[in-house]
């Protein structure tokens, strides 16, 4: 199966020769390989930063710069360090020229081009990849402003900086040279002056130019690399004079009889600029790495953290659950002991209020036998008819007793029923009559009690609450008042809510207790008096029906139970 360009390895041809360059292009594309050309150096250095090739063929003999500036420059860039370069070289100088630039082989121009083709194949076996991976950066080459008064010199410096790679700016005095570092400044590598130039003083454009750096300084991050300042002066230059340049700033004076040591000394400065961003680009993209790495494991312990602590939330909750569950059945059962208790306290009461009248009949039953004895002993004794109307009498009264009692039954039953929990229409004028009917023995006739009962006559709720609420409430009044007293029943219809108002004389319940006496277990009863849960029970009966149950001070001065059910639809 045939491989496509994308697949095909890359190679970047630089050869300057229309000719050989065709037919390297048509060999290489022969065997395999997929290949770009470039014309020059420069070119090819602003073509590897678009894409990487796999390797790069270049002629070491190049218009402008050669193919040994060439491979230093490649050598500088952290992007293009690891690419593998081919060198192809004339046949007496070769390997020196190959292999001193920096190319990774040499292969003389003469030779077989099958030679070629395997010095290829075995370069591109031998890359472990370097591409535009993490760490990787743009491909830069050298800026230098050149500052001369001389069009000539500038021509000619220009050309021989060109040569080595670099991109150069010229000037040609003072104003024009800090204007380009003002527009620009940040981007140059390096500066010559010309500090014997005409028409402009040499050291104090060194001094301004200097300035210029150092206050570029103040917005660059510490250690950051600026640019180099490269005097150039005459022949030889007298001591006075070096020393006044490098006091203005100049970072390096050579004379300008000497272009090719001026050409070394900027490359130099150049390279260490180059490669001291390369490093700190490395240090900054570690320090990236160090931090990401940081917050990836602070992430992870997070998780870990967060996962621990669900867990023991997840325990928590199931034991506030299991908790909750036994809290729930005890208060059930504590519910359930104060109505037994509450009903004991009824059943108690009722049976005292069937004795008595009880008791009465039994002893007119005995009397009613023994005159109707006597009656049929003798009828016609004169008194019989006396006795006979005695025995009605006692009859009559026998019959007062046993509607009572029969009164008291039916109350109890209609309280029972009221018990039951499901919400239905109540009368309340003929629930509150039960009640007190069935605390009668509370009351007695010590305490008197006042209806004004005006509001709805039905209202929509369960039996509960007139039946344990209301007993409660009626029953803690009576206790309350052992001396005697009056209690007053009201009941009102608001707009939206039934209240039923329930006040009496008594003591009352000072401010400070009103918050409490809700709570479960709270009473002002001595021990062994009352359970704590009459009016706890109360609340919650009420906070059923999401009404209200409060307590403040009555008119007399005792306290008055006020509540409110909110009005449903049936």
């Known amino acids: 199966m045939s491989e496509t360009a994308e697949t095909l390895p890359r190679l970047l041809l630089v050869e300057d020769s229309e000719t050989q360059a065709l037919e390297l292009r048509l060999l290489l594309e022969s065997k395999g390989f997929s290949v770009e050309r470039c014309a020059t150096a420069e070119a090819a250095l602003d073509h590897l930063n678009t894409r990487l090739p796999d390797l790069v063929v270049a002629d070491h003999h190049l218009p402008g710069m050669n193919g040994d500036e060439f491979a230093r420059q490649l050598r500088l860039s952290l992007r293009t360090r690891a690419l593998p370069l081919l060198m192809l070289t004339g046949a007496r100088d070769g390997e020196r020229q190959g292999l001193e630039s920096g190319a990774d082989a040499y292969v003389a121009k003469s030779a077989d081009r099958d030679l070629l083709v395997l010095r290829i194949r075995a370069l591109l076996r031998e890359r472990r990849g370097s591409g535009d991976g993490p760490g990787s950066s743009a491909f830069r080459r050298g800026r230098v402003l050149v500052v001369d008064a001389s069009a000539t010199y500038r021509t000619y410096l220009t050309g021989l900086l060109a040569h080595e790679g670099h991109e150069v700016a010229t000037a040609e005095g003072h104003d024009a040279a800090l204007a380009a570092l003002d527009a620009d400044g940040a981007a140059f590598d390096c500066v010559t002056i010309d500090l014997l130039g005409t028409g402009y003083d040499g050291l104090a454009l060194c001094r301004a130019i200097d300035a210029r750096r150092v206050a570029g300084l103040a917005g660059r991050e510490a250690g950051a690399p600026t640019f180099q300042v490269v005097g150039i002066a005459g022949t030889q230059p007298a001591k006075d004079f070096l020393v006044e340049a490098f006091a203005a700033g100049a970072d390096d004076v050579v004379s300008k009889s000497d272009g090719e040591i001026l050409v070394m000394r900027v490359r130099s400065l150049v390279r260490r600029k180059l490669l001291e961003e390369d490093d700190r680009r490395i240090a900054g993209e570690f320090g990236d790495r160090e931090r990401a790495l940081e917050r990836a494991r602070a992430e992870a312990e997070a998780a870990e953290a967060r996962a621990a602590l669900a867990g023991a939330l997840e325990q928590a909750n199931a034991d506030l659950a299991t908790a909750n569950r036994k809290l729930t059945d005890a208060q059930a059962k504590l519910v359930q002991a104060a109505k037994m208790a509450s009903l004991g306290e009824l059943v108690a009461g009722i049976a005292h209020e069937i004795n008595n009248p009880l008791a009465f009949i039994l002893a007119h039953q005995g009397t009613v036998e023994r005159i109707l004895g006597e009656v049929a002993a003798d009828p016609a004794s004169p008194d019989s008819a006396r006795r006979l109307q005695k025995c ?128 479960p277990f709270f009473t002002t009863k001595p021990v062994g008096s009352g359970t704590g849960l009459g009016l706890a029970i109360a609340y919650s009966v009420v906070q059923a029906h999401s009404g209200s149950l409060s307590v403040e001070a009555a008119a007399g001065g005792g306290a008055c139970f006020v509540i409110g059910i909110p009005r449903q639809t049936d």
């Open 392 to 519: 009605g009498d006692r009859v009559g009264a026998m019959r007062m007793g046993l509607t009572r009692i029969q009164d008291l039954v039916l109350n109890l039953r209609k309280f029972s029923r009221l018990d039951e929990g499901e919400r239905t229409r109540v009368h309340v004028p003929e629930a509150i009559e039960t009640v007190l009917a069935l605390i009668q023995h509370k009351l007695g006739d010590r305490i008197a009690v006042e209806r004004d009962l005006t509001g709805r006559a039905e209202i929509h709720c369960t039996p509960a609450l007139l039946n344990q609420v209301v007993m409660n409430i009626l029953g803690n009044a009576a206790d309350a008042m052992p001396e005697g007293g009056t209690i007053r029943i009201e009941t009102r219809a608001a707009p939206e809510t039934d209240v039923i108002r329930i006040s009496d004389t008594g003591p009352g319940i000072p401010e400070a207790l009103r918050e409490k006496i809700f709570e």
